[in-house]
T-cell receptor, first 113, second 113 residues
Framework: AQSVTQPDIHITVSEGASLELRCNYS??????LFWYVQSPGQGLQLLLK??????LVQGIKGFEAEFKRSQSSFNLRKPSVHWSDAAEYFC???????????FGQGTELSVKP | DAGVTQSPTHLIKTRGQQVTLRCSPK?????VSWYQQALGQGPQFIFQ???????QRGNFPDRFSGHQFPNYSSELNVNALLLGDSALYLC????????????FGPGTRLTVT
């Protein structure tokens, strides 16, 4: 069955430190992968997406993600975190047969001064 | 260029009542999907509309129904509300039926008392 796992429910990093949020997926075919960010009480904003080609994809707000097929992972990274990055982050895989996004449970990011 | 818009922003209903939520897709988009996001969870797919027809459906009861209009806007109806229906309801739009990134609206926060 298709699924997405985000192992870390909550992560705290210091402002200026690097960040990596983990995402593992289970999908039988070539996955279409996404990262979304959600601020409190808000909808989801698309950070980046992977369809094919270069396994390192760049997104908005200085984020990047690397697709590793052998590890079924699509981890999100940022070299230097800003206080405004505090939010909930969701990894998702597009299930082509169902025409839907399957989301992980999310990782809440806190940024300390 | 307006993004995805949803109305109302917040809604409070009583158990057993019926509710209608509305969504206008991003300009140029013709496919609308609805997701339910319970507190502390990732969004769950409810259904998708394309060409005014329900194309895909997630694991939700028939109390959840929808409609798409010729201008691509959509409604989500929920009958016989239960306490467990309290959630953030997100609308997402994209162009066509492919795997392109879906753009989300700000959501409607439904509280059932």
């Amino acid at each position: 069955a298709q699924s997405v796992t985000q192992p870390d429910i909550h992560i705290t990093v210091s402002e200026g430190a690097s960040l990596e949020l983990r995402c593992n997926y289970s999908y039988g075919a070539t996955p279409y992968l996404f990262w979304y960010v959600q601020s409190p009480g808000q909808g989801l904003q698309l950070l980046l997406k992977y369809f094919s080609g270069d396994t390192l994809v760049q997104g908005i707000k200085g984020f990047e993600a690397e697709f590793k097929r052998s590890q079924s992972s699509f981890n999100l990274r940022k070299p230097s975190v800003h206080w405004s990055d505090a939010a909930e982050y969701f990894c998702a895989v597009f299930y082509n047969q169902g025409g839907k996004l399957i989301f992980g449970q999310g990782t809440e990011l806190s940024v300390k001064p | 260029d307006a993004g995805v818009t949803q109305s109302p922003t917040h809604l409070i209903k009583t158990r057993g009542q019926q509710v209608t939520l509305r969504c206008s897709p991003k300009s140029g988009h013709d496919t609308v999907s609805w997701y339910q996001q319970a507190l502390g969870q990732g969004p769950q797919f409810i259904f998708q509309y394309y060409e005014e027809e329900e194309r895909q459906r997630g694991n939700f009861p028939d109390r959840f129904s929808g409609h798409q209009f010729p201008n691509y806007s959509s409604e989500l109806n929920v009958n016989a509300l239960l306490l467990g229906d309290s959630a953030l309801y997100l609308c997402a739009s994209r162009k066509g039926q492919g795997s392109g990134g879906q753009y989300f609206g700000p959501g409607t926060r439904l509280t059932v008392t």
